[in-house]
């Protein structure tokens, strides 16, 4: 008979799931789209809600009810192409782009305002350390809820609460209109910048360690952890929503606080200097450092439990190297890092969605396993093409493909192949028509 989670215990995982998402794009993102969109918030903020809310909640109820971690969301594609995916996922959130991001706009904007003269020495010192002290937590593998849902998240949960508060009772500045492409197609632009904080991608990878922390618990079957993975899934899925919308606000209403600015981390920089001051300067190194510490520690454990789960290595071992990949990878900057992140993520989301699109569909399917090389063939192929044009590359031959232009590319051919699926008939029906 499995065991029961009381109220505290569900709350606390919920809150871990929540903190494992908090990371580095979801701190840098929002705010420059809201001071983009401008007077087109609601509908940028609703696109961007979709792909950086709808999508990570997705994948993390096809998770639960796959029973199991990335990988097994392939099972019905050939075992090599499914262990690629998960492979190739894992690498672009953790050791390449998604923990090293984490150590960086932690600290460029946790710690950078807090010291004078910062030098690559200083980044060099500060990663070394941000990822030992990951380490300590990573190495506790069996206690996560406790050291992150219920610690290390209700301290996080205060201090954005006192921001959020702020922010909306004291506007710096008035709405200005919308810029750029937030003027032309507000919500497709806010749905293409939810690509950018990886949380549905985040998703397939932290549904490994909820399933994990339920066994720690003795919540063994499969019914069990479907419902309490559900709840927790909602219990983040509304955390982030309220999170974005705060940052999202805070942007809109930024208008001159920062005219520099290349990123929204620098705009909530200046708008926490202009309400609090100082303080203020210690309550965001204080938010920052603890978000984006949560989820490399979420990132990292997931990814050396996934490496030593198909492979002869440790966990201890794949933790420790990992980490230090990271921390090399944070030493070549924020701004270049984020210029080679994006195109990889928009070639690669496709899949990861048509991935979670399958695994929630899949009881609608008469032959799953060519619905699922069907599926996610179209949308590998069509979000290649969207990935090197947001790459440089000159794609003007496909540019008649609808939804093109907005980097859609892989949308309809996707949605097509979902259907053509939904309406195939059963290798058993086709044989006994052809007898």
């Not at 937030?182 to 985040?202: C, H, K, S, V």
Request: proline share 4%.
């Amino acid at each position: 008979m499995t065991k029961q989670l009381g109220a505290w215990n569900t709350l606390s995982l919920g809150l871990m799931v929540f903190a494992f998402f908090l990371g580095a794009g979801n701190l840098i993102f929002p705010p420059m789209a809201g001071l983009l969109a401008g007077d087109n918030l609601l509908a940028s903020m609703f696109g961007f809600l979709m792909t950086a809310v709808g999508l990570p909640l997705l994948g993390l109820l096809a998770i639960a009810k796959a029973g199991g971690g990335i990988a097994h969301l392939g099972r019905y594609l050939p075992s090599k192409v499914a262990n690629l995916i998960a492979l190739a996922v894992y690498l672009v959130l953790v050791p390449m782009f998604g923990i090293p991001r984490t150590c960086l706009v932690a600290y460029e904007l946790g710690f950078v305002p807090l010291v004078e003269n910062a030098s690559q020495a200083t980044l060099l010192g500060y990663s070394l350390f941000y990822f030992v002290a990951a380490l300590l937590f990573i190495l506790r593998r069996g206690g996560l809820i406790d050291s992150v849902g219920k610690v290390i998240t209700p301290l996080l949960v205060l201090c954005i609460s006192i921001i959020g508060v702020s922010v909306f009772s004291q506007p710096f500045a008035e709405i200005a209109a919308a810029q750029q492409n937030f003027a032309d197609m507000p919500f497709g632009q806010g749905f293409i910048d939810g690509y950018n904080t990886m949380d549905a991608l985040a998703a397939l990878m932290f549904g490994v360690l909820m399933i994990e922390a339920l066994n720690t618990r003795g919540i063994s079957g499969k019914d069990a952890q479907f419902s309490y993975l559900v709840k927790a899934s909602l219990i983040a899925a509304v955390g982030l929503t309220l999170f974005y919308v705060v940052l999202f606000y805070l942007g809109a209403t930024a208008t001159g606080v920062a005219p520099e600015a290349k990123n929204g981390g620098q705009i909530i920089v200046a708008y926490v200097e202009v309400l609090f001051g100082l303080k203020g300067q210690w309550l965001l190194a204080t938010i920052v450092s603890l978000a984006c510490f949560t989820t490399a520690i979420g990132g990292i454990s997931s990814f050396a439990t996934y490496v030593s789960d198909n492979s002869k290595f440790s966990y201890s071992l794949i933790a420790i190297v990992t980490a230090a990949c990271c921390a090399l990878v944070a030493n070549i900057g924020l701004d270049q890092l984020l210029l080679v992140s994006i195109p990889i993520l928009i070639g690669i989301y496709p899949v990861a969605v048509a991935l979670i699109a399958f695994n929630l569909l899949v009881n609608w399917f008469n032959r799953p396993h060519m619905a699922a090389r069907l599926i996610i063939g179209v949308a590998a192929l069509f979000g290649l093409m969207d990935g090197l044009k947001a790459a440089g590359v000159n794609m003007d031959a496909f540019s008649l493909l609808p939804g093109f232009s907005q980097g859609f590319a892989w949308l309809l051919p996707t949605f097509a192949a979902v259907l053509v699926s939904v309406f195939a008939r059963s290798e058993k029906a086709a044989l006994t028509e052809t007898a």
